[in-house]
């Protein structure tokens, strides 16, 4: 009887020292580091499972003993419980922190940068060819059908807000333009609420109109509210505004880079030198800068101002002084 007991303690004392072993083992497995030279995508499907992933990550190479690793998700069963997803796993990183990821559904992120004074069809071309987004099929009207007929202008141009966006693989583009819309929506309804007093606008829209003329005549952030100002006045003395980029805007694909005589003359919606007041649409999506700009313009006297060449530009108030500039700063670089 006593021999037996002890034989059967010492089985027991082996079996407690094989647990120990294997749970050794065990965790080891689960805390080696991948073996990856850079980093790499993991993509996900929805219904596949953990073991998919281990089988996975073993066919590649990429960890030893899976059985083991197996074995120590029984023991952490809230980590097979992964989300599809594209992940990126990177060198250094343990088979653990690798499912803890996959678990929490930590994908990986992309971003656009969306760049102010550039027009809605420069846009849509930039998201379509994003590798990481998934290409818009849509025609322009049911772009504008998106929107519930709640886009004033009845277009996208000058409706989104330029930032840089955030988002996941294999989002839409349809996505990404209906954050940007969200976003220059709440920031010009914001802004109207703030608005200088007394200004030539009856609506945000106007405002939105404005402020996109106004990115596409300066890229100097200092001399936005002052071309502001100039607008401003000659919209209040019911003069044209007179601003080449709505002429360009209005000739469209046609642009070969040079304004003439006869585009000034040429009668479109766009073309200030024909029209009084403002264009029907923005001509580009205009940054935060310059809607600030055109709800709070520079209280001046100008009427005027012509590009020094630089970047900057000669403000003037009255004809005789802006014929000035433009012989100085026109004339002489021509």
């Given at each position: ?162 930032d840089t966006y955030q988002f996941t693989h294999n ?86 880079g040079n304004i003439r005589r006869r585009d000034l ?70």
């Open positions: 009887m006593f021999k037996m007991l002890k034989w059967l303690s010492a089985l027991v004392l082996i079996a407690a020292i094989c647990v120990i072993v294997v749970h050794q083992q065990v965790s080891q497995a689960f805390n080696q580091s991948i073996r990856l030279e850079g980093p790499q995508l993991l993509i996900i499907k929805r219904g596949q499972y953990a073991h998919f992933v281990i089988n996975r990550l073993a066919e590649q190479s990429l960890l030893e003993k899976p059985l083991l690793v197996k074995m120590a998700l029984k023991l952490h069963p809230e980590l097979s419980h992964i989300k599809s997803g594209t992940y990126e796993i990177s060198p250094g990183m343990s088979v653990k922190s690798v499912f803890q990821m996959l678990q929490q559904g930590k994908e990986k992120t992309y971003q656009i940068s969306l760049v102010e004074g550039l027009r809605w069809r420069d846009w849509l071309s930039q998201l379509n060819t994003h590798s990481a987004l998934k290409t818009s099929m849509l025609e322009q009207q049911e772009w504008l059908d998106l929107f519930n007929d709640d886009l004033a202008g009845n277009a996208l141009e000058g409706w989104l807000l330029p989002t839409k583009v349809e996505d990404i333009v209906l954050r940007a819309h969200q976003a220059m929506n709440n920031y010009l309804q914001q802004a109207w609420q703030q608005r200088a007093s007394d200004l030539p606008y009856d609506d945000p829209y106007q405002a939105l109109i404005m402020a996109s003329i106004i990115e596409k005549e300066t890229g100097v952030a200092s001399e936005r509210p002052r071309i502001a100002g100039v607008f401003v006045n000659r919209l209040r003395k019911n003069m044209r505004l007179q601003t080449d980029p709505t002429v360009i805007y209005g000739i469209g694909d046609e642009f070969d003359k040429q009668a479109t919606p766009y073309n200030t030198y024909v029209i009084k007041g403002l264009p029907p649409t923005p001509i580009a999506m205009p940054s935060k800068l310059s809607i600030d700009a055109a709800l709070h313009p520079l209280d001046t006297q100008e009427l005027y101002f012509v590009s020094k060449g630089d970047g900057t530009h000669q403000f003037s108030r009255t004809l005789t002084e802006h014929n000035q500039a433009v012989r100085i700063y026109q004339l002489k670089n021509k």
